[in-house]
């Protein structure tokens, strides 16, 4: 597991299965997973939270990003727990 800054307030979490999570703050505001060879996933890609927030977060998302795909904020961090742990 590794943590790396992406500037001010702004956080990126890499999992040692390739997986990561963006906060922003201290919330969840994006997640990507991939796939592993053998396994199947219902989410393989890159989603942002379907959330409204301030520019500053929505700057910070859109840096790490360029997804249109989006997911409800409880949905998202469902998503981030799932990658920390999973193998896909």
Known sequence: MKLISHGTNS????????NSVLFSYETVVAVSVGLT??????????????????KTTSRHINAWTNTTKTLPQAELENLARLAAVSNW
Request: zero cysteines.
């Open 11 to 18: 956080n990126e979490l890499v999992f040692g299965n390739g």
């Open 37 to 54: 060879a053998g396994h199947t996933a219902d989410y393989i890609g890159v989603y942002k939270s379907a959330a409204k927030y301030s």
